[in-house]
């Protein structure tokens, strides 16, 4: 077993630095890169992120058949409010019109899109805790593994964000703003994101649940996100060059690639 | 949710009266979310919490051992003294071995003691997709096929878990 004050601010420091890395890093680039291939690289890695979560909820417990009774029933019930649910808080925000949303709701959809992102780090949080608590090890690095499987966490970390990075660019017009209040965005959408995270850490420690429920609500949650990040994609901007389908290709390639690359580490 | 009534003004024309209930719709739709959701999250956190349930399925019997079958058991563990596949945490690779007779049926009963979280069980060449997503907590899965190969493939995980690097190192061997 591993100290809980060990185990819980290694999981805070190695969730949130990273987080706040990936954010700053999306958003300064996001000045210099047009948004279209911003978000076109943050869809990538939502396709990685996807199969993640999805896997982490053992696909809704179908290998169960028809025969997963109430865990099934539960599972799919979660995915299904995690889905309906963001569209409805977000119903009055031109979710399906994403050019009236730009620079109208402040930072309300990349928190929204945070918030929904953040619900798989419950599930997350909890495998640690509980491995942690559990664990005959007293190292935390050799319970999960390696140095290796703390490198692919730290750099999972710094690429997940980046989704709300790109919500944040397109939808939040920073370019007004000033270097603080981009700092202090950057901060709350990594707060924001991390909680999450930092509740499952805490809880899994502390109680063994199923985290496949949390994963299944995260995975039906990213369906929101689908819906705010391919928006963008379809917006005119200027002059469409026969380029533009290939940028963006390479752009979505670079995005799914870079989770890619991180999980080899795990591997 | 809207309701009219129509009256003749003071120069004789009809002029409508809307009355719009958006107060009480909001409330109806916050009351109806509210309960769906906590409703939900009862439900849900009281299962995954294992205050109740209805598995009745008994994943620690073994499938039937046929004539020219080879049963195994791989038990996927986050603690005691199975941590990994059959306690491959503690032991060195390869881990768990199996072996088999060319031509041999194969059926891996794979039983994920879990309570926590999903791990993935996949054999090269054999069964290559691994088992769809991964093992839910407290489930088991049977692995059947025919060792028509012979050579030696790795057994692993396939998903993403905390411990998913500790099931790295089976091995099926199979022998001619």
């Known amino acids: ?267 | 949710m809207a309701g009219s009534t129509l009256r003749k003004n003071e120069e004789g024309s009809y002029e409508a009266t809307v009355r719009r209930w958006h107060v009480k719709s909001r409330r109806a739709y916050l009351l109806a979310a509210t309960l769906v959701i906590v409703g939900a999250g009862f439900f849900v956190g009281a299962y995954s919490f294992h205050l109740f349930g209805s598995q009745t399925l008994n994943c620690w019997t073994p499938p039937a051992n046929g004539s020219d079958t080879a049963v195994f058991t791989v038990v996927m563990a986050n603690e005691g003294a199975n941590v990994g596949f059959n306690g491959s945490a503690y032991h060195p690779a390869p881990w768990p071995v199996m072996n088999v007779t060319l031509g041999q049926n194969v059926i891996i009963h794979v039983v994920n003691n879990d309570t926590v979280q999903a791990h993935g069980f996949q054999v090269i060449h054999y069964f290559d997709s691994g088992i769809l997503g991964g093992l839910a907590p407290g489930k088991c899965y049977d692995v059947k096929f025919t060792a028509n190969l012979a050579g030696s493939f790795a057994v692993q995980c396939n998903i993403g878990c905390s411990i998913h690097i500790l099931m790295q190192s089976g091995r099926l061997n199979v022998n001619s």
């Open chain 1, 1 to 267: 077993m591993i100290g809980f004050g060990e185990s819980f601010l290694t999981w805070l420091a190695s969730t949130i630095l990273p987080t706040f890395l990936g954010l700053s890093v999306i958003t300064w680039v996001s000045k210099k890169v047009p948004a279209r291939y911003i978000v076109a690289f943050a869809f990538g890695i939502l396709f990685w992120f996807f199969v993640d979560t999805i896997s982490g909820s053992a696909v809704l417990d179908v290998n169960s058949g028809f025969g997963g009774g109430l865990a099934q029933v539960g599972v799919v019930l979660l995915f299904l409010i995690g889905v309906v649910f963001f569209f409805w808080v977000d119903r009055k925000r031109d979710i399906l019109s994403p050019q009236s949303a730009i620079g109208k709701y402040g930072l309300t959809i990349p928190l929204l899109v945070a918030i929904a992102l953040g619900i798989h780090g419950l599930g997350e949080g909890a495998a640690f805790g509980a491995t942690a608590y559990s664990t005959s090890s007293t190292s935390l690095l050799n319970a999960f593994g390696g140095l290796t499987v703390g490198v692919a966490y730290i750099l999972h970390k710094v690429l997940e964000p980046m989704m709300i990075g790109a919500c944040y660019s397109v939808y939040s017009k920073p370019e007004s703003g000033t270097v603080g209040s981009w700092l202090r965005s950057v901060f709350l959408m990594s707060i924001v994101f991390v909680i999450p995270s930092l509740l499952g850490a805490a809880t899994g420690y502390l109680l063994a649940y199923d985290t496949t429920y949390f994963f299944a609500l995260g995975t039906g949650a990213s369906i929101y996100v689908v819906f705010r990040l391919a928006g963008p994609l379809f917006i005119p901007s200027g002059a469409a060059t026969s380029r533009e389908p290939i940028k963006v290709a390479v752009s979505w390639t670079l995005g799914i690639m870079a989770l890619y690359a991180s999980a080899l580490f795990h591997s």
